[in-house]
């Protein structure tokens, strides 16, 4: 009992570990808030007198703020306090969505998404540059579990507040308890002493914020995360359009093929935790790429099974769910990780969210649902070759 008991203090004392957590309950938020987005589209639809096609804008606008935001964040984060920052952030957050139930009008929303979007940018891009700085060199595992957390708040999310949705204005309430986990979370970060600095901060004569910028890798590291998004993003969305267009089930067995492809992709996270203190990121990032550019090719041998497709929504969940900490872990081995350097990687992130998902929707709209999948497969080959352009550009860089 003694043991346990000193071990438990022990982690207590762990301060590296103590931040860690701190930055998972962000990316639990994260999570929420995507998995909440889809069960109120109807009901703001409604609120605010518009279609449900003309509310897909909303998401669209939501990620120009998150890339500025993004893009901006980097220089924030170089030069002030974390944890301040990102308290005040997620204080506004809280704020903003607690109004978004209250607003009679559709530009009024979409201009409150705009926002939002800018200041949910501080919480999805600094937490991985943070826990770079934290646990340096050991910072895989870390990173793994906090996209893990992001998984897991998704995952959740639509039976939490699905249970909501049923009841007359039961989606307002969705939006104020997600208000209240952000004011919470702010609260706990604005009394969070201890906000990490790079090394570059800590040291003399090393590298500075204004030295000279690895762009190639830099870059590389920006299209990795583009393309990997894309894919990733364009399955996720689209296998429901997919699936009732080739009338291979009904509306129902489409929402579950798409909950099993979030749950392999939230078990594949988790595994990963273990699997980033045993292997290189750079293996796991090959297993990664090999195993999804594997089962993305089964719907060209099998298009019209059902079957198959369960086993690529299973499959691509499983295999694609470490790539993106295994790129970003790749990339804060490579280089001298900044604030800065870490936005303008993460803007490749932003980017191929708000892009590919949205191009992969016109084309199907122009030559129809199989689009999809060849969409799907061109974009993990393109994760390829920047992955494999980014282990070229290590070597030079180290």
Same mark, same amino acid.
């Given at each position: 009992?003694?043991?346990?008991?000193?071990?438990?203090?022990?982690? +207590?004392?762990?301060?590296?570990?103590?931040?860690?957590?701190?930055?998972?309950?962000? $990316?639990?938020?994260?999570?929420?808030?995507?998995?909440?987005?889809?069960?109120?589209?109807?009901?703001?639809?409604?609120?605010?007198?518009?279609? /449900?096609?003309?509310?897909?804008?909303?998401?669209?606008?939501?990620?120009? %703020?998150?890339?500025?935001?993004?893009?901006?964040? +980097?220089?924030? &984060?170089?030069?002030?306090?974390?944890?301040?920052?990102?308290?005040?952030?997620?204080?506004?957050?809280?704020?903003?969505? @607690?109004?978004?139930?209250?607003?009679?009008? #559709? =530009?009024?929303? *979409?201009?409150?998404?705009?926002?939002?979007?800018?200041?949910?940018?501080?919480?999805?891009?600094?937490?991985?540059?943070?826990?770079?700085?934290?646990?340096?060199?050991?910072?895989?595992?870390? /990173?793994?579990?906090?996209? #893990?957390?992001?998984? #897991?708040?998704? $995952?959740?999310?639509?039976?939490?507040? %699905?249970?909501?949705?049923?009841?007359?204005?039961?989606?307002? =309430?969705?939006? =104020?308890?997600?208000?209240?986990?952000? @004011?919470?979370?702010?609260?706990?970060?604005?009394?969070?002493?201890?906000?990490?600095?790079?090394?570059?901060?800590?040291?003399?004569?090393?590298?500075?914020?204004?030295?000279?910028?690895?762009?190639?890798?830099?870059?590389?590291?920006? &299209?990795?995360?583009?393309?990997?998004?894309? *894919?990733?993003?364009? #399955?996720?969305?689209?296998?429901?359009?997919?699936?009732?267009?080739?009338?291979?089930?009904?509306?129902?067995?489409?929402?579950?093929?798409?909950? +099993?492809?979030?749950?392999? &992709?939230?078990?594949?996270?988790?595994?990963? /935790?273990?699997?980033?203190?045993?292997?290189?990121?750079?293996?796991?990032?090959? /297993?990664?790429?090999?195993? @999804?550019?594997?089962? *993305?090719?089964?719907?060209?041998?099998?298009?019209?099974?059902?079957?198959?497709?369960?086993?690529?929504?299973? %499959?691509?969940?499983? $295999?694609?769910?470490?790539?993106?900490?295994? +790129?970003?872990?790749?990339?804060?081995?490579?280089?001298?990780?900044?604030?800065?350097?870490?936005?303008?990687?993460?803007?490749?992130?932003?980017?191929?969210?708000?892009?590919?998902?949205?191009?992969?929707?016109?084309?199907?709209? =122009?030559?129809?649902?199989?689009?999809?999948?060849?969409?799907?497969?061109?974009?993990?080959?393109?994760?390829?070759? @920047? &992955?494999?352009?980014?282990?070229?550009?290590?070597?030079?860089?180290?």
């Amino acid at each position: 009992m003694m043991q346990i008991s000193q071990k438990l203090k022990t982690l +207590g004392q762990n301060k590296g570990l103590l931040l860690s957590l701190n930055y998972y309950l962000l $990316f639990i938020y994260l999570g929420l808030g995507m998995g909440a987005a889809g069960p109120t589209i109807p009901s703001l639809a409604s609120q605010v007198g518009v279609s /449900i096609g003309t509310m897909g804008l909303l998401f669209v606008i939501g990620s120009i %703020g998150y890339t500025i935001g993004t893009s901006l964040s +980097g220089r924030v &984060f170089d030069r002030f306090p974390a944890h301040p920052i990102l308290g005040a952030s997620m204080l506004v957050c809280a704020a903003l969505t @607690a109004f978004v139930p209250l607003i009679p009008s #559709f =530009w009024l929303l *979409a201009a409150l998404y705009f926002v939002r979007g800018i200041f949910d940018s501080m919480a999805g891009a600094s937490p991985n540059t943070l826990l770079v700085w934290v646990h340096k060199d050991k910072a895989a595992p870390y /990173i793994n579990a906090l996209h #893990f957390f992001f998984g #897991f708040g998704a $995952f959740i999310s639509p039976f939490i507040f %699905g249970l909501l949705v049923g009841f007359e204005n039961g989606y307002r =309430w969705i939006f =104020w308890i997600l208000a209240a986990y952000a @004011a919470l979370v702010g609260i706990r970060l604005l009394t969070l002493p201890g906000s990490p600095r790079p090394e570059h901060a800590k040291t003399e004569n090393v590298q500075t914020p204004k030295a000279k910028i690895p762009y190639p890798m830099v870059f590389a590291a920006a &299209f990795f995360l583009f393309f990997y998004v894309g *894919a990733e993003l364009s #399955f996720a969305n689209w296998i429901y359009t997919y699936t009732i267009t080739l009338n291979l089930t009904n509306a129902a067995g489409a929402a579950f093929l798409n909950s +099993g492809f979030w749950f392999s &992709f939230t078990f594949g996270r988790l595994i990963s /935790i273990p699997l980033a203190i045993r292997f290189k990121p750079a293996q796991i990032v090959s /297993i990664g790429l090999a195993g @999804a550019l594997l089962f *993305a090719l089964v719907p060209f041998i099998f298009p019209h099974s059902l079957t198959a497709l369960w086993i690529v929504a299973i %499959g691509l969940g499983l $295999f694609m769910a470490p790539i993106w900490p295994g +790129g970003f872990n790749l990339a804060g081995q490579s280089l001298v990780l900044t604030a800065t350097i870490g936005s303008i990687i993460l803007l490749g992130d932003s980017l191929g969210g708000m892009v590919l998902p949205s191009a992969t929707g016109k084309i199907i709209e =122009w030559a129809g649902a199989p689009a999809m999948v060849y969409l799907v497969f061109a974009s993990l080959v393109l994760n390829l070759a @920047a &992955f494999l352009l980014m282990l070229k550009l290590r070597q030079k860089v180290k």
